[in-house]
T-cell receptor, first 119, second 110 residues
Framework: DTGVSQDPRHKITKRGQNVTFRCDPI?????LYWYRQTLGQGPEFLTY????????KSRLLSDRFSAERPKGSFSTLEIQRTEQGDSAMYLC?????????????????FGEGSRLTVL | DAKTTQPNSMESNEEEPVHLPCNHS???????IHWYRQLPSQGPEYVIH???SNVNNRMASLAIAEDRKSSTLILHRATLRDAAVYYC???????????FGTGTKLQVIP
């Protein structure tokens, strides 16, 4: 399978614990995104990487959240001192750099997500 | 960033065409209109995108109004597998923070 892969698919943790999610993008995609989705809502943007550089971060990404993409390949999203409000689906997406007439039109390819439940 | 407005839900009978509307009155000249859909317990899936002209692919057609303030995703023959939440989003060149709204939940009736 050459799609976006996320691990683990499900994580149950106690409040205050740290959790880490991993995303393996499609290999030739140099853009990687993290989104969070709660029940009944659309995905909310968290952060974006182009290669290894983290270029944008949402205000939703508090200081308990950190994302990395060493060497521009896989990415990790760590949540420290989890709170019950962090319970959500964490989605990763990747995108090729697809420029048409000077405009980036690349579509996003999403993984199946990592569902976090904080007790 | 420019926002989109979609109906919360729609119903369609199986094997009939479905027209899913999206309003984006504050769209800018560099915004591409993208549609994604999300099946239960899965990540969103790209459907189609366009700028000004109508677009067709194997999944759907995208009709864009002349003033670009609205668009319509057309599923030519709805199947039960098309039951999903459909998101209309605007993606501007060079700006990667894409905002998803709550989308339209499409129910397909056998």
């Amino acid at each position: 399978d050459t799609g976006v892969s996320q691990d683990p698919r499900h994580k149950i943790t106690k409040r205050g614990q740290n959790v880490t999610f991993r995303c393996d993008p499609i290999s030739e995609h140099n853009r990687l995104y993290w989104y969070r989705q709660t029940l009944g809502q659309g995905p909310e943007f968290l952060t974006y990487f182009q290669n290894e550089a983290q270029l944008e971060k949402s205000r939703l990404l508090s200081d308990r959240f950190s994302a990395e993409r060493p060497k521009g390949s896989f990415s990790t999203l760590e949540i420290q001192r989890t709170e019950q409000g962090d319970s959500a689906m964490y989605l990763c997406a990747s995108s090729p750099l697809h420029v048409l007439a000077g405009v980036d039109t690349g579509e996003l390819f999403f993984g199946e997500g990592s569902r976090l439940t904080v007790l | 960033d420019a926002k989109t407005t979609q109906p919360n839900s729609m119903e369609s009978n199986e094997e009939e065409p479905v027209h899913l509307p999206c309003n984006h009155s504050t769209i800018s000249g560099t915004d591409y209109i993208h549609w994604y859909r999300q099946l239960p317990s899965q990540g969103p899936e790209y459907v189609i995108h366009g700028l000004t002209s109508n677009v067709n692919n194997r999944m759907a057609s995208l009709a864009i109004a002349e003033d670009r303030k609205s668009s319509t995703l057309i599923l030519h023959r709805a199947t039960l597998r098309d039951a999903a939440v459909y998101y209309c989003i605007l993606k501007s060149g060079g700006y990667q923070k894409v905002t998803f709204g709550t989308g339209t939940k499409l129910q397909v009736i056998p």
